[in-house]
């Protein structure tokens, strides 16, 4: 049997802008997903998706998930024309829109195919992999997901446009930085989501292209006050991300709620993280008895879930 992993991950800047090569900062999270894959008689392959999920999820990605895992397959040069595999997903990542749970069962998958048949992949190799799996989700990923999945940490993340390979680095961090993510138990198509702000900004590029201005100075801040452990002006420049992002149409009422909650509650950012339209929102506590308030508050307000984790 062949065993592999992917972690989640939280975007803290640059969901939907990174799609259009514009930097991004990603943190892998504590969570992971963990794949099995044993081989079988029968050709092709069979999957039991344990992985614990908010309701729906797994029934709304399901036809997208075969098409991953066929590109992964693909990719990595699997026969299983004869003799196939039988592939499970479990962990404790609980699967929901924007905590990279589609790019984390990549990861894990290709890391468990590469386990059991001594494929020599390396890191690199194994994100390739997860990229093409990817695909399957969304036709244009920007690859932040996977990567973040792949290496874990805090992650500063370009999309090459040409087609070429990205450009990432891992930030190390003096010291690590919590965050309380809540779910709202709504999952998002990022096929739509990313397809009706593609349309939006072919529609009117200098609308997106102001917004864009300000996110692009709005990044580098963040990864400055990133280094410098400055959380107030994290938070800050979090909590204007999000704005955004509203501007972007990608938030939704219950991601702009939370936001609320999370910040009357003494966060000093909070921001929707990844696709937007539902999935999950992040918030910057300043210290740990304030990441407990703020996520009482949240499990008492109708989050369907809320996670606590650090990176760095
Ligand atoms: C999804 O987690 C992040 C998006 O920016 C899409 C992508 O980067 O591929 C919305």
Not at 118 to 147: F, M, V, W
Not at 266 to 289: E, Y
Request: proline share 4%; charged share 25%.
């Amino acid at each position: 049997m062949g065993i592999g992993k992917g972690r989640g991950k939280s975007i803290l800047f640059g969901e939907h802008f990174v799609v259009y090569g514009l930097p991004a900062l990603a943190a892998g999270i504590d969570s992971e997903t963990v794949a099995k894959v044993t081989r079988k008689d029968k050709p092709g392959w069979s999957l039991d998706d344990d992985r614990p999920a908010t309701p729906g999820y797994k029934e709304k990605k399901l036809d997208e998930q075969k098409i991953s895992i066929n590109n992964i397959i693909d990719h990595v040069g699997l026969d299983i024309s004869e003799q196939g595999i039988h592939i499970e997903l479990g962990g404790n990542l609980i699967c929901a829109s924007g905590i990279g749970a589609s790019a984390a069962s990549c990861v894990a998958i290709a890391r468990a195919l590469n386990d059991e048949f001594d494929l020599g992949l390396d890191d690199e190799k194994i994100n390739e992999a997860a990229y093409e799996g990817e695909k399957g989700y969304h036709g244009t990923p920007s690859g932040i997901d996977n990567t973040a999945s792949t290496y874990g940490g805090l992650v500063w993340y370009e999309r090459n446009l040409d087609g070429g390979s990205p450009t990432f680095k891992r930030i190390e961090l003096d010291d690590p930085v919590s965050l309380v993510i809540a779910s709202t138990g709504r999952t998002a198509s990022t096929t739509e989501v990313v397809g009706d702000v593609r349309r939006k900004r072919e529609e009117n590029p200098e609308w997106f292209d102001n917004i864009a201005d300000e996110y692009k100075s709005l990044v580098q801040d963040g990864l400055e006050a990133l280094k410098q452990h400055d959380l107030k002006r994290v938070g800050e420049l979090m909590s204007r991300n999000h704005e955004l992002l509203q501007e972007l149409t990608v938030s939704c009422k219950e991601l702009d709620n939370f936001v609320d909650i999370a910040l009357s509650n003494g966060a000093l950012g909070a921001k929707l993280t990844g696709t937007g339209r539902g999935g999950n929102m992040i918030s910057l506590p300043p210290d740990k008895p304030a990441g407990d308030k703020i996520a009482a508050a949240l499990e008492g307000r109708g989050a369907a879930t809320v996670l606590r984790t650090t990176f760095g």
